[in-house]
């Protein structure tokens, strides 16, 4: 007999263990659920990672970077994300647009023309981790 | 514990969490941990425009380190309860 005490354990009551049901961190309950999905990631230093979670499609890992209506996808390739650098993973639906249609894609060049000698400070890749991050101490 | 508790009596409830970094996303409370990780659906972000890449998610994890507030409906605060949690929550902390 098992009696579900929340969302994330389950006592055996005959045995009387314990044990957790799904994995051990909150986000790989969450991942669990994406594996094969298309997610964005947004990191606590303002950068956006987009990818396939788990697979082994061609497209990998990539990060995009946004420079106003500019964007640039640059691949990275496989990427391990220790969680406590993770603000928001959202769910990318596969036939929706993913970004405005404003926007016009540039080469890496470009984006990082464009993302270098402006105002706030923009790394060398495109974002500012003044005001699009999230510092530790906040 | 205590906000723990209380966001999950308040999950299928239309809430909007506002980021350390300024994004707001309105959405659907799905589910919450105790952390107070934050899972929402059916999300919306406040200000679109300045959020380009998130156009297209409509679920998302949120870690609960980096949410700022979470804004509530009126009529899901009963201010009575949390009062007395909060007293009980003290004595026996």
Redesign the interface.
């Known amino acids: 007999m098992q009696r579900r005490l929340d969302s994330s354990s389950i006592v055996d009551l005959h045995q009387g263990r314990s044990w957790h049901y799904l994995m051990k961190s909150p986000e790989d309950i969450y991942l669990s659920t994406s594996l094969d999905k298309k997610l964005l990631v947004l990191l606590r230093d303002g950068r956006k990672l987009l990818g396939i979670l788990r697979s082994f499609d061609q497209f990998g890992a990539y990060e995009r970077v946004i420079v106003s209506d500019l964007y640039c996808d640059i691949p990275l390739g496989l990427y391990v994300i220790r969680g406590e650098n993770v603000v928001l993973i959202g769910e990318l639906e596969l036939e929706k647009e993913e970004l405005p249609p404003h926007m016009t894609p540039v080469s890496e060049a470009e984006i990082k023309k464009g993302s270098e000698g402006g105002e706030g400070c923009y790394g060398s890749q495109g974002y500012n981790e003044k005001k699009d991050g999230i510092s530790g101490y906040d | 514990m205590l906000f723990f508790s209380y966001f999950?009596d308040l999950v299928g409830r239309e809430v909007t969490v506002e980021?350390?970094?300024d994004?707001a996303i309105r959405g659907t409370l799905h589910?919450v941990?105790?952390?107070l990780?934050i899972?929402l659906e059916n999300?919306r972000v406040v200000d679109?425009?300045k959020f380009?890449?998130?156009?297209?998610?409509?679920?998302?994890?949120?870690?609960g380190?980096?949410v700022r507030y979470v804004q509530l409906p009126s009529d899901g605060v009963d201010i009575d309860l949390l009062h007395d949690a909060t007293r009980r929550e003290a004595r026996g902390g």
């Open positions: 999950k980021l350390k970094n994004l589910s941990d105790q952390y990780n899972k999300t679109q425009e380009p890449h998130m156009l297209s998610v409509r679920n998302c994890f949120i870690r380190s980096v």
